[in-house]
């Protein structure tokens, strides 16, 4: 397996992981004092399933069947296990705090990748992944900050 082929897995579980994490966690916000963030977040969840997409289309051309491997049913990669934790009970301010907890992993997961051997041709589109994903991380964070 190449270097490009495992880091692209091993991102395509961080982003189909955050997909489901916002996901759940807009489903708890939106009866919540804060639909505007429940919004957002079901946004960043689709921005999660189109570069999950992106990234099975690359790895897909190393030949390597990441659907099969990359989907966990029922479990919640560890950046977003609080989520789970935090979906059971009605505090808004839990769900963001869960949200950033995801949120930090998936920005180690993009920084720890953008350090390793990587194609100039993956770099770019890793690059352009990473300012969604901080982005998004810094939104959650913001929410963090004033709450």
Request: aromatic share 6%.
């Amino acid at each position: 397996m190449s270097a490009d082929e495992s880091i692209a897995t091993d991102l395509i579980r961080t982003l189909e992981n955050g997909k489901e994490g916002f996901t759940r966690a807009a489903e708890k916000l939106s009866d919540s004092d804060r639909p505007e963030v429940a919004q957002k977040f079901r946004a960043f969840a689709q921005e999660r399933a189109v570069m999950s997409d992106e990234l099975k289309a690359i790895a897909g051309a190393y030949g390597d069947d990441v659907d099969q491997r990359t989907t966990v049913p029922g479990a919640v990669h560890r950046g977003w296990i609080a989520v789970k934790d935090a979906l059971t009970g009605d505090d808004a301010d839990a769900v963001i705090n869960a949200a950033e907890t995801g949120e930090d992993h998936a920005v180690e997961e993009y920084e720890k990748a953008l350090a390793g051997d990587i194609s100039p041709e993956f770099r770019p589109v890793l690059t352009r992944q990473f300012a969604a994903v901080k982005a998004a991380h810094d939104y959650v964070r913001g929410l963090v900050s004033t709450s």
